[in-house]
Every structure is written in structure tokens, then in C-alpha cells.
């Protein structure tokens, strides 16, 4: 089995490295090293890597993404520095969640914004007592009326601070083994406000990780829901 790289593959590494070189260390020298970087600063680089298709890089290019091959996501993502990865695997991780969970519509509302990183998004679904088990969740979705009532906390959440969009994983209630009944609820933040806040960390410390709190936040059902059920196995995800 040949394991070298094809030349195709080392132009596209080059060409990421050279974009860090170029455009993105100078964003990341320019601010504290100690302290997050300031919103538009990471939106400014989102969307640099967004050019590279790293931020729509599992959506299929017939629905706009860049449709790149596992191997080659891959090695494109190891020449970002690692704020950087983490920061783009938020956003790239929800963008390919709402792609491919979530109706025609709401992929026509969200996507565009998001792959072209324009909007920062991330996904929410670790909380405080729960660790990253998604049928463990306690933050509950109510119906009422046309909208979703948000109730919990999660933790942990690459972006959260910054974000513009949050995918949050929620409970509406139990199934017959006692574990959540889940949905995941698109939730614009200019439309249904909620907290978020950093959480200090000993490394990383120029990307975003916080807190979000829910408190009786209002999503529109219409616009909002993005799959009624998940499957029933248990799954580790980024946020």
C-alpha cells in the first residue's frame, strides 16, 4: 500500500500553509495571546478558511458545500494553527449537521451565512452534569404556540461566546427506557437572545469556549427545528 502523498495533495497543503503564513498569523500576532480574540478578528478567519472550503467541507457540492474528501479535509486541517482548527471544526461540524438534518427551508435560511462564515456558528450539546452523552441531556424544548421554550446549560461550547446561530441538542422528554426523546433546535441569536460566556482556560486562550444559558429562550418552531428524532445510539460530538 503507497502511503506518500500525491502531488495534488502536497499543492493543497502548501496552499493552506501559505494562507496561514499570509493571512491568518498576522491576525493572531496582531491580538493578546492571552485573551480571546475579539469576534470580528475570528470571523475574519473563519471566512479565510472558508475560501479554502473548510468550513462547508462535507456538505456535497450540489448543495453548495465544498464536498472535499475525508483524506483531504484532513491534511488541510493540520497546517491550521490549533485555535484556529478548533475554532473552523465548530463551525464546519454544525454547518454539516443543519445540512443534512434539516428541511429545505431552514438549509436556504442558514447555510449560505454560515458556510461562507459570515454568521459563526456552533453546535450545543455537552452540559454540566451530563458530559457529551446527547441522550443524557436535560436543556428541554417546550412547545408553545408557533415557538420552542429553551430551558438549560451547556458547557464547553467551541464558539459559544461569539456565536450569531447555536444548534442545540434538547430533551423533549422521555422514551419508554427513561432517556431524552431529543430534537435539535437551530437558535438565531439576534431573534431569541441568550446568554453566553468565556470559560478560562490554561491554553488556547486567544479561541472561544463558554457557557450557554437558556432561560425561557424563544425559538419560532417553523424556522427552528431541525430533526424531531435522533438515533437512539449514544454519540461523542464537538460542543
Same mark, same amino acid.
Given at each position: 500500500?503507497?502511503?506518500?502523498?500525491?502531488?495534488?495533495?502536497?499543492?493543497?497543503?502548501?496552499?493552506?500553509?501559505?494562507?496561514?503564513?499570509?493571512?491568518?498569523?498576522?491576525?493572531?500576532?496582531?491580538?493578546?495571546?492571552?485573551?480571546?480574540?475579539?469576534?470580528?478578528?475570528?470571523?475574519?478567519?473563519?471566512?479565510?478558511?472558508?475560501?479554502? =472550503? @473548510?468550513?462547508?467541507?462535507?456538505? /456535497?457540492?450540489?448543495?453548495?458545500? !465544498?464536498? *472535499?474528501?475525508?483524506? %483531504?479535509? =484532513? @491534511?488541510?486541517?493540520?497546517?491550521? /494553527?490549533?485555535?484556529?482548527?478548533? !475554532?473552523? *471544526?465548530?463551525?464546519? %461540524?454544525?454547518?454539516?449537521?443543519?445540512?443534512?438534518?434539516?428541511?429545505?427551508?431552514?438549509?436556504?435560511?442558514?447555510?449560505?451565512?454560515?458556510?461562507?462564515?459570515?454568521?459563526?456558528?456552533?453546535?450545543?450539546?455537552?452540559?454540566?452534569?451530563?458530559?457529551?452523552?446527547?441522550?443524557?441531556?436535560?436543556?428541554?424544548?417546550?412547545?408553545?404556540?408557533?415557538?420552542?421554550?429553551?430551558?438549560?446549560?451547556?458547557?464547553?461550547?467551541?464558539?459559544?461566546?461569539?456565536?450569531?446561530?447555536?444548534?442545540?441538542?434538547?430533551?423533549?422528554?422521555?422514551?419508554?427506557?427513561?432517556?431524552?426523546?431529543?430534537?435539535?433546535?437551530?437558535?438565531?441569536?439576534?431573534?431569541?437572545?441568550?446568554?453566553?460566556?468565556?470559560?478560562?482556560?490554561?491554553?488556547?486562550?486567544?479561541?472561544?469556549?463558554?457557557?450557554?444559558?437558556?432561560?425561557?429562550?424563544?425559538?419560532?418552531?417553523?424556522?427552528?427545528?431541525?430533526?424531531?428524532?435522533?438515533?437512539?445510539?449514544?454519540?461523542?460530538?464537538?460542543?
Amino acid at each position: 500500500m503507497d502511503f506518500q502523498l500525491t502531488s495534488e495533495q502536497r499543492m493543497i497543503q502548501e496552499s493552506v500553509r501559505r494562507m496561514v503564513s499570509r493571512d491568518i498569523q498576522p491576525i493572531l500576532v496582531a491580538h493578546d495571546p492571552n485573551a480571546p480574540l475579539p469576534k470580528e478578528a475570528m470571523r475574519q478567519i473563519l471566512q479565510l478558511c472558508s475560501s479554502q =472550503g @473548510l468550513t462547508s467541507a462535507r456538505v /456535497p457540492e450540489a448543495s453548495g458545500g !465544498a464536498g *472535499l474528501p475525508t483524506l %483531504v479535509y =484532513g @491534511l488541510m486541517m493540520e497546517q491550521l /494553527p490549533p485555535v484556529v482548527t478548533l !475554532a473552523v *471544526l465548530g463551525q464546519e %461540524v454544525t454547518v454539516t449537521r443543519i445540512a443534512f438534518e434539516s428541511t429545505y427551508e431552514q438549509r436556504e435560511r442558514f447555510l449560505p451565512d454560515l458556510m461562507a462564515a459570515r454568521k459563526i456558528t456552533c453546535t450545543g450539546t455537552t452540559e454540566p452534569d451530563v458530559g457529551s452523552d446527547p441522550r443524557s441531556v436535560k436543556t428541554r424544548a417546550e412547545p408553545d404556540g408557533d415557538h420552542y421554550v429553551l430551558n438549560g446549560r451547556k458547557m464547553w461550547i467551541t464558539n459559544a461566546s461569539i456565536c450569531d446561530v447555536i444548534n442545540v441538542t434538547t430533551s423533549v422528554g422521555k422514551d419508554e427506557r427513561g432517556l431524552a426523546r431529543m430534537m435539535r433546535i437551530v437558535v438565531d441569536r439576534e431573534a431569541s437572545p441568550f446568554e453566553a460566556r468565556e470559560i478560562p482556560t490554561l491554553g488556547l486562550r486567544q479561541g472561544h469556549l463558554g457557557e450557554v444559558v437558556f432561560d425561557n429562550t424563544r425559538a419560532p418552531r417553523r424556522t427552528s427545528l431541525v430533526k424531531l428524532e435522533m438515533p437512539r445510539a449514544s454519540s461523542r460530538s464537538h460542543g
